[in-house]
């Protein structure tokens, strides 16, 4: 079975694709972490083309660890987990993301790992561009203020900041398949303002074909 999860930064994505995963016992796929490492690269080599350092890159996610834990992020080997949340790479990953050679190297690499198996993967352009076919769609939004404030909390940095970026951030994110603030088509909507990641991972589980379910 395939999960295509797409949607803004602070929609909960992660979070409810980790524990979605999890919960139904499938492999998770951050795409976002893998235009992370490209933009890391991009900082730590400014003179070679982004678009060869992710054809060339080996990005490995490992399987998860205790429900809190975040997916280990090993770039050529390099534990870079913490270092792809920095502010400056998250700044470089939406640069890099917008080179379209960037993006067809990765999301080669997307689909080559989601050929076999069972898989949550998550990002922007899962259920447009990487996996139109998927099994089931989800589209997670939130409204602005409370997109702002999650990723204000989870950074530890102001809310009103944040949000102002944020508009910036969703624009710069857009194209190439890519629709953060609209669903694509066949994908099931679903607003997570108010909801607990509870919640939202139990309406997503329950949208699983029925043919589809794990056991
Ligand atoms: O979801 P995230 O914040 O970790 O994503 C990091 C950057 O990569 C963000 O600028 C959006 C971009 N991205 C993308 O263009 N396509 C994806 N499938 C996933 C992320």
Redesign the pocket.
Known sequence: VLIAI?GP?GAG??TVARALAQRLGLAYL???????CV?LLALERPTSAPSALAQAVRIELTADGAPSDRQAVLLDGRDVSQE?RSPAV?EA??????DPAV?EA?IAK?RALLSSGDWVA?????AT??APDADLKIHLSADAAERARRRAAELGADPATVRAEQAL?DE??SG?G?SPLQAAQGAVELDTSGLSVEQVVERIAQLVPVGRRPP
């Not at 951050?30 to 992370?36: E, L």
């Not at 990953?93 to 917008?98: E, K, Q, T, Y």
């Open positions: 797409d930064a994505k992660s951050d795409s976002g972490a893998m235009y992370r933009g792809i998250s990953a939406s640069r890099v993301a917008g993006r990765l997307q998550e990002g922007r352009d899962i561009v990487v951030r710069r994110d190439f890519r």
